[in-house]
């Protein structure tokens, strides 16, 4: 299922810690990253050949007895059944041996598969994939199983009440809006993000920053100078790529830590340019990382 989202990470970081148990605790938005050194799936700024072999990774789904069976790219409602989708397969197909699950008329697999074969992006509503090797449980020789590791997002100061803090304040909920309020408005701000406490970089003095976001918030802090786009220039390039998703194949987009996530279907060199040719009023090339959801099979 095509998804078009933005990964905002200060709100959604925000909001869930602090449902939990105050500032305590972290939750990871999607795609959210401090740095790209995180081993995931997909994988990031690879450009396909289809006129050679591909490899799709993800959940089969058919949603009828009759309907074409599909490889999930992508996003994945997780409800019963699940809902996704992706390229259709072409060719022979079975699913002996792959366990799959089966609910009101329609079939998937609570597992990710491996799937080689051709690819054609412009054969039908999301492309067709056309089977060289049997569905296999295990990734091919050269590539490596999708790693679930998380991603560290380490507090970054020594002492953060220094400049007006206490430990035990900023727990109410009326603080917590004045701080998340504030935040986009600083001058320079990237993102924020929390550990055991509230996190922020900024593109300018981290100092004034701090001063400013100590006027609402007593709490934890700690901020940090950090070069690279601000969430107002993500934003921007979010919001113009999210005119061209479907045109360019795209499956989201969105911020991650001072860097423009986007995740495709499959980009050849020719779509590559022409997502950096939309985002280049707000950020460069080096700020954007794109990944695939179809890879090369390693030769």
């Not at 289809?50 to 089969?60: C, D, K, P, T, Y």
């Not at 100590?214 to 802090?221: D, E, I, M, S, T």
């Not at 860097?259 to 985002?279: G, S, Y």
Request: proline share 7%; with cysteine; glycine share 12%.
């Amino acid at each position: 299922m095509r998804q078009f989202r933005t990964t905002l990470t200060l709100t959604v970081v925000i909001s869930a810690a602090l449902a939990g148990c105050g500032s305590e605790g972290r939750t990871t938005p999607p795609a959210a990253s401090l740095s790209p050194s995180s081993s995931a799936s997909p994988v990031a700024d690879i450009d396909v050949d289809l006129s050679r072999e591909v490899v799709a990774h993800g959940m089969l789904m058919q949603r009828s007895t009759t309907a074409p069976v599909e490889i999930c790219v992508g996003g994945v409602n997780t409800s019963y059944p699940p809902q996704c989708g992706g390229p259709t397969f072409a060719g022979e197909f079975s699913w002996d041996g792959l366990k799959p699950e089966r609910s009101r008329g329609i079939t998937w697999t609570n597992a990710s598969v491996w799937a080689v074969g051709r690819f054609d992006p412009k054969a039908g509503p999301t492309g067709t994939f056309t089977l060289t090797r049997p569905i296999a449980m295990t990734a091919p020789a050269g590539m490596t199983e999708p790693s679930s590791d998380g991603v560290d997002f380490p507090q970054l100061c020594k002492d953060p009440y220094a400049g007006g803090g206490s430990k035990g304040a900023g727990g109410s909920g009326a603080d917590t809006n004045a701080l998340t309020t504030l935040l986009p408005t600083l001058d320079g701000y990237v993102a924020s993000y929390v550990s055991s406490l509230f996190n922020v970089l900024v593109t300018g003095d981290a100092a004034a920053a701090q001063r400013e976001i100590r006027k609402v918030w007593k709490g934890g802090l700690c901020v940090e100078q950090r070069d690279g786009p601000t969430e107002a220039a993500i934003n921007a390039a979010h919001e113009a790529l999210g005119k061209r998703f479907k045109d360019l194949g795209l499956l989201s987009s969105g911020g991650s830590m001072g860097a423009l996530e986007v995740e495709a279907v499959v980009v050849d060199a020719a779509t590559r340019a022409r997502i950096l040719e939309i985002v280049k009023p707000w950020v460069t090339p080096d700020q954007v990382r794109i990944s695939n959801s179809i890879r090369p099979l390693p030769q």
